[in-house]
């Protein structure tokens, strides 16, 4: 399969990630919510350069891992622990202990944050989607914040 037909592939196993985040209804900012499918159309296609950009046996199995848009942890999330002001999360199971958990592995990027961290800068947003991404990602190989750090993913 051609690096074109896997981005296609790709990017139609995320269209459930974009159906779900149209239907939030969350308090945001003005320009943030009248950008929101910007900055889904924005993120979504830093994921598929970042993905085709991968030795082929990464992105084989990371293109096997679920990516969502939320705009913030949402409640639930907050009351687990996690910071309202979070980029991304990776949940489930670690690559190597698949079937080791209920909840199957992904990815969620919290867009809204990411865009405030950005300062409303494109370029800025899509070079932090970009390192979420691929943070989030080295969770999911079984890499901790240290491992990260070293590759410059903090």
Same mark, same amino acid.
């Given at each position: ?48 350069d970042t993905l085709a950009e991968l030795p082929k046996p ?9 990516? +969502? *848009? ?9 009351? /687990? ?6 980029? &991304? !999360? ?5 690559f190597a202990d698949e079937g080791a958990s209920v909840l ?27 390192? +979420? *991404? ?9 890499? /901790? ?6 590759? &410059? !993913?903090?």
């Amino acid at each position: 399969m051609s690096d074109k037909a896997k981005r296609v592939s790709f990017k139609s196993e995320r269209k459930f990630a974009l159906a779900m985040c149209a239907g939030q209804n969350q308090r945001v900012k003005a320009d943030l919510k009248r950008d929101w499918n910007k900055l889904q159309q924005l993120a979504l296609r830093e994921i598929e350069d970042t993905l085709a950009e991968l030795p082929k046996p990464l992105r084989e199995q990371a293109q096997k891992l679920p990516v +969502t *848009f939320e705009r913030v942890p949402n409640v639930g999330l907050q009351a /687990d622990g996690i910071a309202p002001d979070t980029l &991304g !999360l990776f949940t489930g199971a670690e690559f190597a202990d698949e079937g080791a958990s209920v909840l199957p592995p992904q990815i969620i990027l919290f867009l809204e944050n990411l865009w405030d961290f950005a300062e409303s800068d494109e370029e800025v947003f899509c070079e932090e989607v970009h390192t +979420t *991404f691929l943070h989030e990602m080295g969770h999911f190989f079984g890499l /901790d914040e240290d491992d990260l750090a070293a590759r &410059g !993913l903090d």
